[in-house]
């Protein structure tokens, strides 16, 4: 056993294949397969299995490592994985038991952070439907608490993190816990609104950057102590309120979007949902963005706001878990790339979820902001660069400076 930090909800989740609307067996993408299950799938002599093991199970010969030793193909005649059965259960779980599946297919959705002198980290991810049903429609999911967890020799961490080495080219690593502390912190101050919560953390990491370019991390705490009193005292808000509204950022990201998905190809799901948003927002490519941002905000009065006005914890427990998952605010090249990544991927997923709100109007339900969530999560974390080149072209465009992104986030 080992001691680990997990949101509250990681210990409710139970993987039911029967009742998942998005099965993760279903699809056509190719699962690796560590080494010590390879070996012991390749020695199995069932009469069911084996000729399925021989047929799907082979080599990975591209650059290999001990997770990545051979790869399990799936069936693509029927689009799902060669052990799944017609009424979706595994027919290698259920013939020969859980110790031959390998360690993708057995922890997934889980993920697995270790960071090097302290308790490991355990969430979820939101790709699957059921565990972002359970975190993202519970107020309190993103409770974390201290549990025993056996790994049951099954060490496949998502990411690594050694908070002691490396800090004369990232200096911030000393300051992890504290950033990450502060981020979730302020997160999760619900007397904000959502959108001020992720502007003060611009600011603040606008002005860590500033300290990092001029060889001051040692300045951060106080930076730290001081945001934790402005944001305690509510002494930003007043000047917060007086961020523009104007989403014609909006339809710049909604056209960058459709260019990067049309481009990229794949995640049908996701573009399928971008289209129904751009209905739903009556968005016309002919006209300015000026007129398209005009029904935008119309469409986020009249049925967003109303609905996701009682329900920011949703986005908010999304967010927080993406900080902690993703070892935030270390996932990115500096901390400031880090927030302005998750600013997008926030804007993304509104746009998403007002096209939704348009599109279904009073019958616009908390199933479909999980589906929004669960399918964007899906297609970034199957195709990484697709965010990437989105993010690198509002970049290339000037638009990721923290003016800007105070009047994205903002609307």
Sequence with gaps: MQK??????????????????????????T???????????????DPVIKPVVDKYIKRNRKQPNKNTFGKLLQDR?????????DDRMCSLQARL????????CMLYPR???????????????????????????DPDSMTFVEVDLDLKGREMFYTALNPYTGRDKRPEVAHFFDLRSFTVQVLKTRDLPLWKRLVILGIFFDKVQKLLAEGQANGIPAEIAQYTNMVVDNSLSGSLDQ??????????????????????GGAKDLLTLFVQSLVGIGFNSEDTDEDNARRYQAVCREWYEPFMGQREYIL?????????????PMNRKTPMDAFAMMAVQ??????????????????????????????????????????KKIYDQMGEKGLLSMAYMAILVRN
């Design 346 to 387: 926030y804007a993304v997923i509104k746009m998403l979820l007002v096209g939704q709100a348009g599109l279904y109007k009073d019958q616009f339900a908390e199933s479909h902001v999980v589906t929004v969530i669960q399918k964007f999560v899906k297609a970034v974390e199957h195709n990484p660069q697709f965010l």
């Design 97 to 104: 038991g859980p110790d031959y599946l390998c360690d993708v």
């Design 31 to 45: 699962i690796h397969v560590d080494e010590l299950h390879y070996r012991r799938l390749k020695k199995v002599t």
């Design 111 to 137: 993920l697995t952070n270790e960071i090097i002198g302290h308790p490991l980290e355990r969430s979820l991810s939101f790709s699957c439907p059921l565990a972002a049903e359970l975190a993202l429609l």
């Design 4 to 29: 680990a930090i997990v949101p509250e909800y990681v210990q409710r989740f139970r993987c039911d294949g029967q009742r998942c609307p998005d099965n993760c067996c279903l699809g056509t993408w």
């Design 243 to 264: 961020i523009v509204e104007d989403a014609t950022l909006q339809m710049k990201l909604a056209k960058e979007v459709l260019t990067q998905k049309v481009a990229a």
């Design 77 to 85: 005649q029927k689009n799902q994985c060669a052990f799944l059965t």
């Design 316 to 328: 908010e427990n999304y967010l927080v878990n993406h900080v902690f998952g993703n070892l935030f």
